[in-house]
């Protein structure tokens, strides 16, 4: 019999790399789509007959008719976010109810939650998109969290969540804030448990079953690797793994079943919220791609700063990933530059570095050495790689000898076919 396998696209800067585009276009192959991490801080945006659809929660896979969607114990699930795209994918005539599974042991964010976080954001945080994320895992290693399959015990759910509220309201009460009663958690909870009470199951027995009737997964990653909580660029990141790691741990499989890891990057590099960034632009260049690159964040609507590629993290993050099918997007936005910059090393007190670990005193130490690349023009308009102009394939081919990977596949325009 045809064993199923795991596929898994992540992302290998600070999020907004088009994961969403490449997993919608390349769900139709796909009879589960899970994610694995994260939360409603997530914003994928999808393109669909020239209209903008951005999704929080469900996997983007949900847009193809024949797949059906997951949403793993790696992710903390907001119900009243999904409650809303629940209702909106229906109104656009997308069938969601009966096509997706949630696993029992998906932590819930509760308003306490976001309320915090919006608090922490105000006296100075991160950055965050204020989504209750940090707190949410916290209370999930404080081991008080309420889990979607908690639902089933009501004495049990309502002991847990006595626990977590009196600890949630101390926090409100040192950041000075009104505390919530129980009575309106409880009435919140009750408006937006339907979004999960059907839904629940072992997410990584669902895997299994897949895999062994020769179905293929694809794990959608949200934000990206230098975001990871251990392996990004610490404290500037988010609370969830959000690197190949993380999918073993946030799904529940063992590393045998993965086929390819699709690692997307951008043809530049962009970061939303506070932290290092050292390729960044604050020049017209930066302004130029901020503005045919659209790059407005998905979820919070904040500018995202904008640089040049950055070769030594990308090839951190391709080994910390194992990626074996890179994939570049956006690579269009760079259509009729006169120059395109490409960092290629770091220089750090007199000595040159090829890849270096993201901690803030490094990246806040290094220089940028650039190549520089002209002549980009007709990038949308060609249908393979050799219709590139000459200095976009060698920008090209100057990444690909760097990362010692062929590029898998190259995005150039919203709608269009990878090439
Ligand atoms: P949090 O995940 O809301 O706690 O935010 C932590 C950091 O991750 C902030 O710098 C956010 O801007 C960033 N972040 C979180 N989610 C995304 C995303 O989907 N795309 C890009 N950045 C993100
Ligand atoms: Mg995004």
Known sequence: MKKGYVDVVLG??????GKGRIVHLFSKDYSLVVRFQGGANAGHTVYIGGKKNVLHLIPTGILHNNTRVA??????????????????????????????????????????????DGLFEEKGGIGSTKRGIAPAYR??????????GDVLDKKHFESI?????????????????????????????????WTFEDALCDVSLLIKDE???????????????????????????TSSHTILGGALIGAGFGHSVVRRVYGVFKAYVTRVGKGPFPTELNDENGEKIAKIGDEYGATTGRKRRVGWLDLPLLKYAIWINGVTHPVMTKLDVFDGF??????????????????????????????????????????????????????????IRRIEEFIGIRIASISKGREDNLI
């Open 12 to 17: 290998l800067q600070w999020g907004d790399e």
């Open 71 to 116: 949403i793993a114990s790696g992710v903390v699930l907001d119900p009243e976010v999904l409650a809303h795209e629940i209702e909106f994918l229906e109104s656009e005539g997308v069938k969601v109810k009966g096509r997706y599974f949630i696993d029992y042991r998906t932590p819930i964010v509760f308003p306490f939650h976001k309320k915090e």
């Open 139 to 148: 209370d999930v290693y404080q081991r008080f969290a309420i889990r979607a």
């Open 161 to 193: 969540l006595k626990k977590q509220i009196e600890f949630n309201n101390a926090v409100l009460r040192h950041f000075g804030a009104k505390e919530l009663k129980e009575k309106e958690v409880l009435e919140w909870f009750d408006r937006y448990r």
């Open 211 to 237: 895999i062994e009737n020769g179905g293929a997964v694809l794990m959608e990653g949200a934000q990206g690797t230098l975001l990871d909580v251990f392996y990004g660029n610490y404290p500037y990141v």
């Open 338 to 395: 006169l120059r395109v910059n490409l960092a290629v090393s770091y220089e750090m007190s007199g000595k040159q570095y090829e890849m270096i670990s993201p901690l803030t005193s490094l990246l806040e130490r290094v220089s940028p050495v650039y190549e520089s690349f002209t002549d980009f023009h007709g990038i949308k308009y060609a249908r393979t790689r050799d219709d590139f102009s000459d200095g976009v394939k060698k920008y």
